[in-house]
């Protein structure tokens, strides 16, 4: 009983005190007797139904992430085809023409051919000159 009280007795020993509290002064019999009928007791089956919770609770959240993970991929899809519109691409043949035009404007005027004759020709080389 001392080391009940201190604190140090182990499960064991609660157990056989409670078996015994007969012999105990009345002091201590009561405090048994109160720990004996208020003793929470589990039932059979405890651990299956945790489990079984527990699983269900689990696929519950992966299935409900996959849905959520394929609502906002399906939105993103949307959004993109809406933003960056790649159907839209093609040209007419004027707005080619116009940017072909734009674009030999900024190369500068277009200088002439000057006429060029051969001083020398061989197989490998060949020189020109320009006048």
Not at 27 to 32: A, D, L, P, W
Not at 89 to 101: G, H, P, R, S, T
Request: aromatic share 10%; proline share 2%.
């Amino acid at each position: 009983m001392k080391r009940y009280n201190e604190g140090d007795s182990s499960q064991k020993d609660e157990k056989y005190l409670i078996e015994n509290r007969n012999k105990l002064n009345i002091k201590e019999k009561t405090i048994f007797d109160f720990i004996q009928q208020n003793k929470i007791v589990t039932p059979a089956n405890f651990n299956e139904t945790q489990w079984e919770s527990f699983t269900t609770k689990q696929k519950q959240k992966k299935r409900n992430r996959y849905s959520y993970i394929s609502i906002a991929a399906s939105i993103l899809i949307v959004v993109s085809v809406f933003l960056f519109k790649p159907f839209d691409q093609e040209m007419d043949i004027a707005e080619k023409q116009a940017l072909l035009n734009e674009a030999l404007l900024m190369l500068g005027p277009v200088e002439e051919e000057t006429t060029q004759t051969i001083l020398y020709e061989d197989e490998l080389v060949i020189i020109y000159t320009s006048n």
